[in-house]
């Protein structure tokens, strides 16, 4: 299958040109960024032949996209391609707007091309055997959970499209937001209510707190964060006991406490009898979409399931009230004289 | 600060701040913002350092400061320039070549803009080894014998000659230990190091802190680009040491700190961390542990690698960050490719006991610099500037704290 790469940032470089250039199935034919240099020198690297500054020249040469550009151009760009029937891998976020993601279901529909969404941890074995421990019910009816994600981020950014509202479309909730929300959504099903508090101050949120419900009636603390270190990971608490995983991590521990005893049941999931990395979810990812579309089967995450978090994060966007951090408000002034001080500051 | 103190005096002024991804840097860029809402715009190297300024109403400008090109681009058109840059990274040879260099530029840069306000962010270590006693400007400016003090030093020297000749109305503040919310060297740094280790109080920790909380100096920095008389003199700033009777002592900063991890259930009793040594104690210490610093090192690394290793590359904490940094700080160059190799990826775990927790060397420096009690004064900040720390140093830690637990530096929750 001949594939195009449409957007030529980190995350092509890092991670889709390797499970490209490793798969039997695709290949890259084409490499595409407005920035032609950016895409020659990776074409160079990963022996691509043809590199084009817009993606209406590869057109009719190739059969599929991955879509990996500024989040407010994945709805227009990856639209336009499905409408002309080329299969899209589209990274997430899926796009800015449920209305956007409507979009571009619409234009998959009309053509019949297949519309994937990169939610890569969806691929993780962990994210598997945790929604198999919870419908198993080993922790008992669940009483809450609480999910904490931080990282602050080293991740080296080709551009710098995720510090601006008009191209990024929204902050951590969208940015790193969207991954653990689309966990919580596979595992804990469709959610219903929603609180939203973040730190935006006239920009993009950088810290957000979630309280969260689910139609299950399951109810817990989302916190999601890219200026702190936090656990990264997510906490069931059930009646009968506690199941953690880790949600940062393609090889995360998992951790069941049963019965209030201390002994805990610590390992991990693992398919392939080693630690899993980023690099086999994404080969998992490439291998699924291509598959999906040899057998005209829906993807593993379609746009159908892609929208689920956009339409929670939306939700988010719409209710956010300021989170409370006392540190940030203008400062007050202390007043000396009650403090034995001299009531004029000292003068030589 | 209210916003009526500078009487509007910044609003719609368009200001650049460089060293916004920092510490005293960032939270500049929020007051003016959002408090005085100034048009902010900001020169930052990296995307990722920006995360936290993207959340503010600031144009956000890439570039490095010792290009000229760049800081030409981000100084058109400003009204007033803050200069908070310095060397962060790298070598300590090229940290300095950014204090020396960054700052030369930032100059040209803000002179052939025009701009009418040029506020250069210095540090007390420009004296040199300070004195006992009382000490204001008119202390003469010394080497200090390492690679940031001394680039600072010749920073200052360059940002003074640019307001001597007339070329720039520049503004020098000379911090002390600044601290409080996102701080390094005197909040998270003290704060890993008290996880990990036990702290040496020289001479009982009787030297004097000079202690300010970010805000203060936020303040004084916001009063030094307005008022008039400000131009080409340099103040210092320090906390309110100098309206009190009593000075803080490095015991106070340090308890308070070591206070924190206590009351966040870290398992250890504030004293039980602190070790008073009088200086000729702390130089054996030193001395006897310098030898034996790869296996103190494995100590810390010990204390610091839990059970469970980051598989996620990308990760590194703040606190890890912050020991690395405070490593980098105690022990000789040499050892630090070892430290950055045998620390390569790993998570904090839980502290380690009371007795168990290695005993921090100090170097002969560090030991000097904390056994001196200087008490810095900020008359001439508070004549000419109108400066008042608002800040004791009950209420800056209250907040401190309240942000570390926050920022997960007091143990995972």
Known sequence: MRIAVVGCGAIAELQHLPALAASRAARATALVDRDLSRARSLARRWGVARVAADVGEVLGEVDAAIVALPNHLHAPVAGELLRRGVHVLVEKPMAPTVAECDAMIAA???????????????FFDSTDVVRELLAAGLVGPLAGFDLRQGVIPRWPFASDFVLRKETAGGGVLLDYGVHVLDLLLCWLGDWRTVECRDDARG?????????LTFASGVAGKVEVSRTRNLRNSCRFTGEGGVLEVGVWDPDPEVTLRIGGRKAELAGRARSGGRAMTFGDAFTRQLDDFVTAVREGRPPRVPGSEGRRAIALVEACYARRRSLDLPWDAPPELTDWSERGASSAPVER | MSEGLLGGALAGRRVLVTGASGFIGGRLAERLAIDHRARVRVLV???????????????????????????????????????????????????AFVNRAGTRRILEGASAAKVGRFVHLSTLMVYGRTADGDLDETAPRRRFGNAYSDSKLDAEREAMSWAREGRLAVTVLQPTAVYGPWGGVWTAQPLAALRAGRWVLVDGGAGFANAVYVDDLVSAMLLASVRDQAVGEAFLVSGPESLVPKATTWRELYTHFASMHERAGAGFRAAERLVPMSAEEALAHWKSHRRAVPRLHREIAGALVGARPVRDRLMATRELLALRELASALLPERWQQRIKARMGATAVGAPPAPDEAPILPLSPDLIGFFAARTRVRIDKASRLLGYRPGFSLERGMELTEQWARWADLLGTS
């Open chain 1, 108 to 122: 998959a529909a009309s053509s019949g091309a297949t519309l994937a969404v990169g939610l890569e941890f969806r």
């Open chain 1, 203 to 211: 920009g993009l949120e950088s810290d957000v707190e979630l309280d």
């Open chain 2, 45 to 95: 190297r990296g995307v990722a350092g920006a995360a936290r300024l993207a959340r503010l109403p600031v144009e956000i400008v890439r570039g490095d400061v010792t290009d000229g090109a760049a800081v030409a681009a981000a100084a058109a058109g400003c009204d007033v320039v803050f200069h908070c840059a310095y060397g962060t990274s790298g070598s300590q040879r090229h940290r």
